[in-house]
């Protein structure tokens, strides 16, 4: 059983999947900083900034994350029971990201898209990279522990966090 069950956290390496289009809100924070956005449709589809409340939003660097946390993945797996995960996620974070995003939609389909939050939390660097948690409401996934990357959680952070 724990053999086939490693087996099938090998094969998960990629933990959300998503494009910028479906995301409707952002919110990014580490110690000394925060950044949320959110998609406002009309006229058109653009960001605005929520958080800090002056200022201006870096669009560029906003889409750059966006399409970074929308195909995350992990370096490797630490734990995927529930209470083995929260052994594990960080007492006090260095990067906490929430991405709340519509879920497709089938072709000529009718009504409100249903919206799902997957949130990151990545505690400090250690020997073979950031220890993560990652979860996702509605049942969607169970919560995993991982290691991740430095590049990625680069990538995460210096574009929109100063």
């Known amino acids: 059983e724990r053999l086939r069950r490693g087996a099938a956290l090998f094969r998960r390496k990629m933990l ?3 494009k910028s289009e479906q995301v409707t809100k952002i919110s990014i924070s ?4 925060l950044v949320e956005a959110a998609v406002e449709e009309a006229p058109a589809r653009t960001w605005k900034l929520l958080s800090p409340t002056a200022g201006t939003l870096d669009e560029v660097a906003l889409t750059d994350v966006l399409r970074r946390a929308g195909t995350l993945v992990a370096k490797d797996f630490l734990a ?3 209470g083995e995960v929260e052994k594990l996620r960080p007492a006090a974070p260095c990067l906490t990201m929430e991405i709340t995003f519509g879920s497709e939609m089938a072709p000529g389909a009718q009504g409100p898209r249903s919206e799902q939050v997957a949130t990151l939390t990545v505690g400090e660097k250690g020997d073979n990279g950031y220890t993560a948690v990652f979860t996702m ?4 996934r169970v919560p995993v522990a991982f290691i991740l990357d430095e590049a990625t959680f680069r990538d995460l952070t210096r574009k929109i966090l100063k």
């Not at 580490?30 to 900083?33: G, V």
């Open 16 to 18: 959300l999947d998503i």
């Open 30 to 33: 580490n110690a000394t900083s």
């Open 80 to 82: 995927d029971e529930p």
């Open 137 to 140: 409401d509605q049942g969607v």
